[in-house]
């Protein structure tokens, strides 16, 4: 089985005139069924105590993630592998400085806000920075079962050296890799998406499973550090 073919991440993206969340969750469970190739019912999924959802019966691991108009599933098919995946749209949000003073390392802040000092107006860019920081570590979370009232226990994504190294400040025990990327076009939202893999060194193969479809750019791929695998 070829690196391309564990680790799989579907995408949903739903007319604006019918998504509702029920509607994205429903979607998010079509997208996982067909990524799996069968129907997956409720009672095929498992919920851990600390919430996050498994197979009962299969060597598969899951996460599924929605928000705006876009459903997300990564998945890979290997026993003693992990996966979490975060999808956020990109939006104006109230107390972005105030949430990530509480939740976000100083390198984070200082990538989010540098180009901004003595600007009254947060800029397109600092905004777009605050949703990749924010989506990792909700991946983060996701991938260890934990939650959003959680976010103060994500490490830190972006390098002590400051700048834009985006890297994984935490102690690891197997391989962990981070990709994180942009979605949209000139006339449309724009989403960030996140997804990690655990236990091997792989990367996602993308499949959209929407009518419409969005441009999906790289914007970084980020390993534990070496030091600590």
Not at 197 to 214: K, N, R, Y
């Amino acid at each position: 089985m070829s690196n391309f073919t564990i680790f799989n991440i579907g995408l949903s993206l739903l007319s604006r005139n019918i998504s509702r969340r029920e509607t994205l969750s429903a979607e998010g469970k079509r997208v996982l069924s067909l990524l799996e190739g069968r129907s997956v019912a409720d009672d095929d999924i498992l919920i851990e105590e600390n919430g996050r959802p498994y197979f009962k019966d299969r060597h598969a691991d899951f996460n599924i993630s929605h928000s705006g108009d876009m459903a997300a599933v990564s998945i890979v098919k290997s026993g003693g592998l992990y996966t979490g995946c975060d999808i956020q749209l990109i939006k104006n949000r109230t107390h972005t400085k105030e949430i990530a003073e509480k939740f976000f390392t100083v390198p984070e802040k200082n990538y989010i806000f540098s180009q901004d000092k003595g600007r009254h107006n947060e800029t397109e860019i600092s905004k777009t920075r605050f949703f990749e920081i924010w989506t990792l570590k909700e991946c983060y979370l996701k991938l260890r079962g934990l939650s959003v009232f959680d976010m103060a226990k994500a490490p830190s994504f972006i390098s002590e050296e400051g700048g834009d190294i985006f890297t994984f400040d935490a102690p690891v025990s197997s391989p962990l890799l981070f990709y994180l990327y942009r979605l949209g076009d000139n006339s449309g939202a724009q989403y960030m998406l996140a997804a990690a893999v655990e236990g091997a060194d792989c990367a996602p193969s993308i499949h959209w499973f929407s009518g419409s479809t969005l441009a999906c750019d790289l914007t970084a791929k980020i390993e534990a550090a070496p030091g600590y695998l």
